[in-house]
């Protein structure tokens, strides 16, 4: 395999990883993604206090979401930062955490119409308090 | 009785167009810029009607499919690499389609991913071996069409017709041009993927078509591919409507459902999860007898659906080995919808070893005679070999530039 060959595998590895340091950009992105999840996961619980879910969509769903938030958590908690940003990355692994419990939560509780509608607002400070860390 | 075989071939198309690259990539699409995209997809759509009306053409008139074309127009050696490249997104493919007809299936029952994994794999091992190939086709076609409930959220979600009209004409407004072009490579490379050409001119081939058939042939790829596109825009416009707006970038399968539960509730997505099972479904058959047709077709085995496993051995043993092999890949618990990204940016990187040929071959008289392209479809034809050029070259460079669309 020739060097050019090396390195774009090379790149290709490290594009999908969520290894490295995380500096302002890593920051942005990734409070972007929590909150996705926490905005998605409002979504899902607004439907289910309507009952216009099912539950083993939800069950599955919820989970999928929480896992992807859990992991998050554990990346942000420990990866080394930029200087000056520290702070804010551990702060997006706390949100990313409670966004996963929350998400745990209706995970469990697929059909209670009333512990959906109780996860309906924070999910959605949830995600108005990651974008205001990504900024 | 013609009216009515166009009619099954037109539904088996819609049903059949959409699978998890133009799920994945639409939605997405649709959650990032809005409906600025949506003219890729006409361009996407126009591509794939060009070159499955010339595949079914040069099919019906001399009976070859798309890899005998390559092995005679491109040489032992250049078309095994063509072979090659387009088995390897094939199997990529065919792991990524499994996956996500699993997730449904999970998201359906609420049952173990792995253990759904078995199921369908199961499932299409006897579906493929007892069924006949036209109600493979059909089955998974009509099933399908439970998509078009996405097209019936996309209008319960009130989006802004003035933008989606303005999204029809070339425009960009956004900071971020390389993601933007990204998003373009990765629709066109979805509404193009090589495999359904594949499997469009080996469908001519294994249905018996001959010149009487070209009106056919050209009735199923414009109407039923175009209707396909409908859908295509449907999933363009929930992923702009509703998830631009509360910046929920879908990652999952579940994500795209839910495109459909909030406007519609819980029938919406039962539909949306029976429309994507049976749309996903579809395309992994399709993967698979792609595979088993080129590998067959390259080394001039006895090959078909049509015939008996016994009477095509080393067909039947291809497909039940990609079967195999497919089942593992997604076993060792591959993301299905990461996978399909890659899948279809390395399928776009493919394809002009797949469409060079079969314009080639269009264009001979000697196996053509009188039904040779036209000069709409030769200039058709050119034109979409130049942006078929132009996304094979772009299409990794703007993957590694975006982080596979992240940045």
Known sequence: ?135 | MKIFQVALGILAAIGGFVDIGDLVFNVAAGATFGYQLLWVVVIGVVGIIVYSEMCGRVAAVSGKAVFDAVRERLGFKVGLVALISAQVVNLMTLTAEIGGVAICLQLLSGLSYRWMILVAGVAFAIVVWVTPFEWVERIFGYGGLCMLVFAVAAVKLHPSWGAVAHGFVPHMDTQSPLLYAYFAIGLLGAAMTPYEVYFYSSGGVEERWGPKDLGLNRVNAQIGYGLGGFLSFSLMIVGGALFLEKGVQPEFLGSIALGVEVPLGQIGLLLALVGILFAVGGASIDTLFSGAYNLAQFLGWEWGRYRHPRGAPRFTVTWLVLLVLALGAVMTGVDPVQLTEYAVIFSAVALPLTYIPIFLVANDRSYMREYTNGRLGNVLGLVYLVVIMVIALTAVPLMILTNVGQN
Not at chain 1, 36 to 63: I, P, Q
Not at chain 1, 72 to 101: F, H
């Open chain 1, 1 to 135: 395999m020739n060097r050019g060959a090396l390195a774009l595998v090379l790149v290709l590895a490290l594009s999908g990883c969520n290894g490295g340091t995380v500096d302002e950009h890593a920051l942005k992105r990734d409070s972007e993604k929590v909150g996705s999840l926490a905005s998605e996961g409002s979504l899902l619980a607004n439907d289910v206090s309507k009952g216009a879910s099912t539950k083993y969509f939800v069950r599955v769903h919820a989970k999928e979401m929480s896992q992807a938030a859990s992991d998050l958590q554990n990346a942000l908690a420990i990866r080394p930062t930029s200087p000056g940003i520290k702070r804010d990355v551990r702060k997006l692994s706390k949100l990313a955490g409670k966004v996963s419990e929350e998400l745990e939560r209706l995970h469990l509780h697929p059909t209670d119409r009333g512990v959906a509608a109780s996860l309906k607002e924070p999910l959605k400070a949830d995600a108005d308090a990651a974008d205001q860390l990504g900024k």
